[in-house]
C-alpha cells in the first residue's frame, strides 16, 4: 500500500510540473529569473548596498546579479563598448582571503593553493603569474589588488590577463565585516586596465 501511495503521489507530482509548465509556467520561470539577475539600476542600487554605492557608476556598465554559486552571492558589471565583465564575490565572513593578504605575498600561497585544488579540473589556470601589485584608492578606501597573466585550459581563448583585489564592507545584519573579491579575466590582447579602473572609482565603497 505504501509503495502504490508513493507511486501515486510521484504520478500526481509529474502532472502538476507538466501542467505548470504547459500553462506558461517555463515563460513564468524565465521572467523571474531574468527579472532578479537583470533588475534596473535603481533597484540594483538599492538592493546590493552591502557591496557599495553604485549610484555613480557609469551607464557604460551594465549591472546584474546571480543565484548564489557554492555558497557565494555574486554581482557583475559588463563593460558594453567592449563586454568586458567584473565580477565580485561575497566571501561573508571568511578568512580564506581578506585585502590584507594583498599587500604581502601572503595572496601569493592562497591562490596557489587553490590551483593546486582546482588542477585537474576541466577548466582551469595554467602557468599562473603575479605580474604586477598595485592599490586603488577611491573615496578615502584602498584597494589592493594584484594583475595576473595565465593560460587556460579548454576554453578558445587561452592567454589571459586579469585583476583580483579586494575590500571589505559590513552586510546588512552582518556582525562582522565581509570581504568582496573583485575579479576578472579577458584575453590578453583585449586587456585594458582603464576599464576596471573607471569601474572601481564610480563606486562608494
Partial sequence: MGCLQSIIRKIIFILIIVAFFSLGGYTFVKKMINNYQNPTREEFVTSEKNYGDFSNVSSDYQLSRSYNLFGYKKINAKYLPTGQKITIFDMKNEKRIVPEDFKTTEIDKKLSEVLDKTKDSFITFEDFKIVQRGEYKISGKTIPYIK?????????????????????????????????????????????????????QGVKF
Fill in 148 to 200: 595576473y597573466s595565465a593560460k587556460v585550459k579548454n576554453i578558445p581563448f587561452k592567454n589571459v590577463v586579469g585583476i583580483i583585489g579586494a575590500y571589505s564592507t559590513k552586510n546588512a545584519r552582518a556582525k562582522e565585516n565581509s570581504t568582496k573579491v573583485i575579479f576578472t579575466m579577458v584575453d590578453k590582447k583585449a586587456f585594458n586596465p582603464a576599464i576596471v579602473q573607471g569601474f572601481v
